[in-house]
């Protein structure tokens, strides 16, 4: 039980260095850019506060729509938790827009939010803080996968407030189809990874 709890110490402590070196490889990258690169990343820093409060608000808002059912329309609570992955892509286009005109990935601490790290890491390799290229590749990819689950969302949410089947039914499934298949893949990456481990 001890050895248990002191691994996860170590872990949380890596990731919190990890966490710190890269705000400082941040302030190092951002000093040796123009005024206008400086301000505009204090401008972005302050879009996405506002960008993850209206999440929180969101989430909120869903989660008390959930427990007032009796006395809403029932479309109300679909339609917010819709509107939670939606609120979630406008902060990853911020950040991934951050990221262009800085040249650097991850911009901010706000990309843990949406998910550990890079979605486009390879699984199980930490990739760091990138600039140039690499950074570039990362912030569009942030851009486009924002992009596709918002309007995936948006979608979803606009046709469970208007009750449409047409178009619910097949979003409902393709939703389950790439649930069960992100299921999938994350149970057998985890058992590849714990034995290769183990080796």
Known sequence: ????????????????????QMKVQLASHLA?????????????????SISFAIMIIVFITALVLS??????????????????PVSGS????LIGLHALVVHAFPPSGYLSVIQRGS??????????FLTGKAALFQA???IIMGLVAGAF??????????????????????????M????????LFTMFQKIFKSR
């Open 1 to 20: 039980m001890n050895s248990t709890a002191s691994v996860q110490n170590v872990v949380s402590e890596k990731k919190l260095e990890n966490k710190e």
């Open 32 to 48: 040796g850019q123009p005024d206008n690169i400086r301000s505009f990343h204090r401008l972005m820093n302050v879009l996405e």
């Open 67 to 84: 427990f007032m059912s009796k006395s809403i329309p029932v479309q109300a609570i679909p339609t917010a938790w819709f509107l939670l």
């Open 90 to 93: 406008i902060l990853s286009l």
């Open 119 to 128: 979605f486009l890491r390879l699984p199980g390799k930490s990739q760091g």
């Open 140 to 142: 569009w990819g942030l």
């Open 153 to 178: 969302f948006a979608v979803f949410a606009w046709a469970a407030w208007t009750v449409n089947w047409a178009i619910l039914t097949p979003m409902i499934n393709v939703l389950g189809v790439l």
């Open 180 to 187: 069960g298949v992100g299921i999938t893949v994350s149970i």
